[in-house]
């Protein structure tokens, strides 16, 4: 499957963009908050895009970044959102304003996005909070950001009001510590996270 398409931008449309490449023009559904992003029509532009094929049709969408793609995917992960309530989503709500309502827990913010719904947006605000960060990259999930095996931990020590990049150094530097120690090494995964939430704490508090 394809990742990107490069050609001659034909034409901006509300959730939709027309690009030119040999001789195909392809029809695109892209983000009202992307389209701006993207070249002017008649100049060349880059999208980078997803193809969602079912029984019916074959609808491409496109984004002018990876790191809005990667919310896209995300937004999809959601009970209850498909591929056309996450780009109707991103029309509505800048991705940082989404990563911070997410990440303050702001549910009346996120009930306001149209077609959402009050039980969407906690579902969403359930499987996306403290899952999500910004950086020069975009939003990533935070396991892979933070490169841990106890994600859980630091996103229930930044729950408490700790700083996330503190309570990730905390972990860090406590996983090398322990490293070495044998009666850690035999805790189940349940019982590796109770010690270290522990122990951060203490660290966090010094």
Same mark, same amino acid.
């Given at each position: 499957m394809f990742n990107s398409l490069t050609g001659l931008i034909t034409g901006k449309f509300p959730q939709k963009v027309f690009l030119q490449t040999n001789g195909i023009?392809?029809?695109i559904t892209v983000p009202d908050t992307n389209i701006d992003a993207l070249p002017a029509v008649g100049q060349e532009g880059k999208i980078y895009v997803w193809m969602q094929h079912t029984e019916t049709a074959m609808t491409l969408f !496109? *984004?002018? $970044?990876?790191?809005?793609? $990667? &919310? *896209?995917?995300d937004l999809n992960k959601v009970? !209850?959102? !498909?591929?056309k309530s996450a780009v109707k989503i991103m029309c509505s709500i800048a991705r940082e304003q989404l990563v911070e309502s997410l990440d303050s !827990?702001? &549910? /009346?913010?996120l009930e306001k996005i149209p077609g959402l719904g009050k039980?969407? /947006?906690?579902?969403? &605000?359930? /499987? &996306?909070?403290?899952k999500l960060t910004l950086d020069d990259d975009g939003p990533k999930s935070a396991q892979k950001k933070e490169d841990t095996k106890y994600p859980d931990v630091v996103s229930a020590l930044a729950d408490m009001g700790y700083d996330r990049k503190k309570a990730m150094e905390a972990i860090s530097f406590l996983e090398k510590e322990l490293a070495a120690d044998g009666e850690f090494g035999k805790k189940s995964k349940e019982g590796k996270e109770e010690i270290l939430f522990r122990r951060a704490i203490v660290e966090l508090a010094n």
């Open positions: 023009e392809w029809d !496109g *984004f002018a $970044s990876e790191k809005d793609r $990667s &919310l *896209f995917f009970e !209850g959102v !498909g591929p !827990g702001d &549910l /009346a913010r039980k969407t /947006a906690q579902k969403m &605000l359930l /499987a &996306l909070k403290g």
